[in-house]
């Protein structure tokens, strides 16, 4: 059975920082990618990052360029997302999602997904 857990969320002051962790257990994701995707009060889930597994290659959400940076570490199958420079905009609960062949910025391509870590920015 395949687990995504994250963690890192909380309460933080605009230009703040923020390193969320998502551990995975049950597989690996060679060939495949693993990323954050959020969601803001009233809004749609919005794609943030990804990154291959294996090759690592990179992929953001323009808006977040610059002050985000997503990572892995293969031995403890874990994925980051370091967050500076907070924004109330940024306001959101970030989910990690896994499991992507293509189409890494579509929602529908993660079949597996964490239950979410709250970020609040307060201004």
């Known amino acids: 059975q395949v687990q995504l857990v994250e963690s890192g969320g909380g309460l933080v002051q605009a230009g703040g920082s923020l390193r969320l962790s998502c551990a995975a257990s049950?597989?690996?994701?060679?060939?495949?990618?693993m990323g954050w995707f959020r969601q803001a009060p009233g809004k749609e889930r919005e794609f943030v990052a990804t990154?291959?597994?294996?090759?690592?290659?990179?992929y953001y959400e323009d808006s977040v360029k610059g002050r985000f940076t997503i990572s892995r570490d293969y031995a403890k199958n874990t994925v980051y997302l370091q967050i500076n420079s907070l924004k109330p905009e940024d306001t959101a609960v970030y989910y990690c999602?896994?499991?992507?062949?293509?189409?890494?910025?579509?929602?529908?391509?993660?079949?597996?997904w964490g239950q979410g870590t709250q970020v609040t920015v307060s201004s």
């Open positions: 999602a896994a499991g992507a062949r293509n189409d890494y910025r579509s929602l529908t391509a993660y079949p597996y």
């Open positions: 049950g597989r690996t994701f060679s060939g495949s990618a």
């Open positions: 990154i291959t597994w294996s090759v690592g290659n990179i």
